[in-house]
């Protein structure tokens, strides 16, 4: 396409930096990295159109095509530059809740949002129900809103189990390909539910999965700001990983544990960048990590041992 060589310094320059950060948005809303998921940056670029105005479209395709042909990923930089915007595709505003995510989940906020969008849902918005049960869910087992497509219920040696493709395998930042989660502790309802959950978003194509994931985050994005307008940070289906993670920490476990059910390679990320223990609340049903995954977790990380001896909440699995 000749994109490298007919741009000037300052351009290439000018795309590099918008294709960072259009890369740490798809990373971030994803779970994926661009150069190793071409089907799903493709669907996620079509989704996401509604959202940008046409020169900002134009400026975003260009920059990526650029920046892809830099990564020697000539076949997807081409399909990316012959993307087309739809004409009729009215523009709706941008989406900016990712740059300001709130990393907990307060009681009284939790159900201030399960108030409303429970009302919502009783009027049959669809959006509503949906987020609401994602934003449950992902409260009790910490998956990234991606990583519902690609897990599955599974009963084993008398416990029920939850298998999740871990989203970072492929850079080397899980412990794994796949994580177990133990989720005994769930009631028979959530059970239902995160099977029900699991199975809707794993059945959509990426195109679709793409538009039902910007429809709930906006739709999210607008309660928030209907309940708490002068907010600077909302929450976001994100944030219930970081709740997890926090009620995790909460209920004393390790951080080899937390890192096992959170799908960390490194001990350190879920300490750094997740939710924390002051955060937590006590007594919640959540989802547990499997021993077999926390022993990967130790090896991974050599130099830690458990401070207690033994693990703080996980059992056999």
Known sequence: MGVISSKT???KEHYMQVARRLSERFDRETGMEMLTAPEELLA????????WKPATWRLNQAALVYWLERHQAGALSEKVGALRRAEDVRWQGEDRTSAQKLKRIPDKDYRALHARMSVDAAGWNANAALTLLWLSAGIWTGLRPSEWRHAAYAERNGQRLFVVRNAKATNGRAHGRTRTLIIDNLTEEQVAQVKWLAAHLGAMNDMDYARCYLRCRKYLAGINKALWPRRK???????ARHQYSANLKKAGATRAEVAAAMGHASIDTAGEHYGRRISGKRGQRMALPSEKDVRAVMKLNPRTTNSRGQHAVSTNG
């Open 44 to 51: 996620w670029l079509r989704a996401r159109a509604q959202y």
């Open 233 to 239: 940070k909302r929450i976001t289906l994100y944030s």
């Open 9 to 11: 310094r300052g351009t």
